[in-house]
């Protein structure tokens, strides 16, 4: 017992723009070589997979360079071409990690190498879906103690929504707010960000009204991603902060990082274009392991 308390004080994460302390990542490997059909294994177009894998370590690079533990998945040779998004394998909470049941059979088992690596960690596998529920952890943010969204998607239906939501009011999350996202829409992370203590990007096509008002709710201002095609192709939503009010994100959307910078978020950018025909962004390919609440002097150090 004394050991899994240990490792719930180790791991968690109880908000989406705390100090970030260790993260999850997976450099692609021979998984993403000879992809004759990238519609089949749901990318928008074949990868490179020498510029994928530089663009891989230069976004490991930044986080250690920011003093985040950066951990590798081991996939024991059994990796699957998107399985370098890992965020959507699990989702972490304050207690430990949410084990995701992928939707699509192309992603089918990438859920129990990321088991395997969690459980070496010592992270505890609070819950895990399973059966006719589908989760992926892209659909879940916990924005602080007192809210979490979740939504339903094409990859997160009712059953798998509601068994999550179902953790997270016993966990003692204040307010687990479920919305459905539009079709055009693959996750959460894809219509909202959390950028700053009470600051949110969010798309002004995508991100659900429920969402909004909830996050209105707890003090949170909404700054419209100003630009659809970078939100869109760029994928300038989906980035990830290091604390609030910094974050690293996506280059080549110069419109939605002079509107970060004008609210007083300061940006990093590394290029991920390659890894992005994968049809996923950083946020996606970040699974966090460890987030700590900061002061407002250590956030600005």
Not at 32 to 43: F, G, K, Q, S
Request: glycine share 10%.
């Amino acid at each position: 017992m004394a050991a899994s308390v240990a490792c719930a004080r180790a791991y968690g994460c109880d908000s989406e723009c705390g100090l970030l302390r260790a993260v999850l990542l997976h450099r692609p490997g021979r998984e993403i070589e000879a992809i004759d059909n990238p519609r089949a294994v749901l990318w928008a177009d074949a990868l490179d997979p020498v510029k994928a894998r530089e663009q891989h370590d230069a976004l490991a690079e930044v986080y250690r360079a920011a003093g985040v533990r950066v951990h590798l998945l081991d996939d024991g040779l059994q990796a699957r071409p998107n399985l370098y998004f890992v965020r959507d394998t699990f989702a972490m909470t304050p207690h430990g990690a949410i084990l995701s049941h992928p939707a699509t059979a192309s992603r089918s088992g990438e859920e129990s190498i990321a088991a395997a690596t969690l459980a070496a960690l010592g992270v505890p596998i609070v819950l895990a879906i399973g059966g006719a529920a589908t989760f992926e952890g892209a659909d879940l943010m916990i924005v602080s103690r007192d809210l979490a969204l979740l939504a339903r998607s094409g990859r997160t239906n009712a059953l798998g929504a509601a068994a999550v939501e179902r953790f997270l009011r016993a966990a003692g999350i204040g307010e687990v707010v479920r919305v459905t996202l539009p079709a055009s829409c693959l996750h959460l992370d894809c219509a909202v960000s959390i950028v700053d203590r009470d600051l949110a990007l969010v798309h002004p096509g995508k991100a659900p009204q429920g969402c909004r008002d909830a996050l209105r709710r707890h003090g949170f201002r909404l700054l419209e991603a100003p630009d659809v095609a970078e939100a869109e192709r760029g994928m300038s939503l989906n980035l990830v902060a290091l604390r609030p009010g910094l974050v690293v994100m996506a280059a080549g959307n110069p419109l939605t990082r002079r509107a970060l910078e004008g609210a007083g978020v300061a940006c990093l950018e590394v290029d991920v274009s390659e890894l992005m025909k994968g049809a996923g962004g950083i946020h996606c390919m970040t699974g966090v392991l460890e987030r700590d609440e900061v002061s407002k002097s250590e956030a600005n150090g």
